[in-house]
């Protein structure tokens, strides 16, 4: 089962922080590029942001870039969410190119995850 898995999300009032999770089932993150992205109902899949293989955030999304924070170590990507709005409830996902070592700009979006859902209301 070759599968990332989000973790992380919850209901949260506006204001608040969350830090959400992204890991390998099957295989591993090493040396591969990670994107971020959201949905909520309605309304286009967007990009949040992308880590590359070395650890170099990039490409955050215009609206989330002065809050979020994209980071990871050997085994785990992550989101930090600070300053959450109700503008940011969507289903949050994270996703990865099947080849290793590839670029953010280059990556292609081979495996998703599930999501994990994030509801900022009060």
């Known amino acids: 089962q070759l599968q990332l898995v989000e973790s992380g999300g919850g209901l949260v009032q506006p204001g608040k922080s969350l830090r959400l999770s992204c890991r390998a089932s099957g295989f591993t993150l090493e040396h591969r590029a990670i994107g971020w992205f959201r949905q909520a109902p309605g309304k286009e899949r967007e990009k949040i942001s992308c880590?590359?293989?070395?650890?170099?955030p990039t490409d955050y999304l215009d609206s989330v870039k002065d809050r979020f924070t994209t980071s990871r170590d050997n085994a785990r990507v992550y989101l930090q969410m600070t300053g959450l709005k109700p503008d940011d409830t969507a289903i949050y996902y994270c996703a990865a190119d099947e080849k290793r070592f590839t670029t953010c700009g280059g990556m292609h979006l081979d495996y998703w995850g599930p999501g994990t859902p994030v509801t900022v209301s009060s």
């Open positions: 880590i590359d293989d070395v650890g170099m």
